[in-house]
């Protein structure tokens, strides 16, 4: 796993479920995944122990770590929750 980029929540973010990750307003985002495919709009990363998909319209990056852009192809078995 690469982490691409951190970045700062710019509000509260709550997920529809188990498959995104929460933050509040301020909160450092670490990234490690930009989808592409259905998902464009979607990134994965970390806040503190969490991981999980998030809005990438909510964050406002302030360090990136990796000039490689690591992107993945979703299909809808990537979006399941267990």
């Not at 503190?48 to 690591?70: A, M, R, T, V, W």
């Not at 192809?73 to 399941?80: A, G, K, L, W």
């Amino acid at each position: 796993t690469v982490l691409m980029c951190r970045g700062k929540a710019m509000r509260d973010f709550k997920g529809p479920d188990c498959r995104f990750v929460n933050f509040k307003k301020g909160e450092a985002v670490y990234v490690y995944y930009k989808l592409i495919g259905d998902s464009t709009e979607l990134w994965a990363g970390s806040v503190g122990s969490d991981f999980g998909y998030f809005p990438k319209d909510l964050l406002e990056i302030n360090h990136n770590y990796s000039n490689e852009e690591l992107e993945l192809p979703t299909d809808e078995t990537d979006f399941v929750c267990f």
